[in-house]
């Protein structure tokens, strides 16, 4: 499967501020049938923000993800959740993003 690279010009405001790609993960057809990117950037001041692209074909949307503060394996499993099931985020992004498995991401998603 080819990646598919992020656009030039979208590449270049998302990262304008000096931030840096952490992670990048490319999906053909999301839950909606868009191409999407999510990506993991990290600030010079050394904090993370997610933004996620998406190509509906007609338009390409950018938004940046909140990702709510938590303090402890309850509160993360439910960010997960809300990250998942709200704002699209696949469970291989939420596992880079989390740093643990995918399948543990599944079992997060899938309330097992």
């Known amino acids: 499967?080819?990646?598919e690279k992020l656009p030039d010009n979208i590449l270049?405001?998302?990262t304008a501020d000096g931030s840096e790609i952490e992670f990048c993960f490319y999906t053909p057809r999301n839950k909606t049938g868009a191409r999407s990117w999510e990506i993991k950037?990290?600030?010079g001041d050394g904090t993370r923000k997610v933004i996620a692209v998406?190509?509906?074909?007609?338009n390409i949307t950018k938004e940046v993800?909140?990702?709510h503060p938590f303090k402890n394996r309850e509160g993360r499993n439910e960010e997960i959740l809300r990250l998942y099931k709200d704002e699209g985020l696949?469970?291989?992004f939420?596992?880079?993003?989390?740093?643990?498995?995918?399948p543990s991401v599944s079992l997060i998603v899938n309330r097992k």
């Open 1 to 3: 499967m080819q990646i």
């Open 12 to 14: 270049k405001e998302i």
């Open 41 to 43: 950037l990290q600030n």
């Open 54 to 58: 998406r190509d509906y074909g007609i």
């Open 65 to 67: 993800v909140e990702v």
């Open 90 to 92: 696949s469970q291989l």
């Open 94 to 102: 939420l596992a880079n993003l989390f740093n643990i498995s995918q």
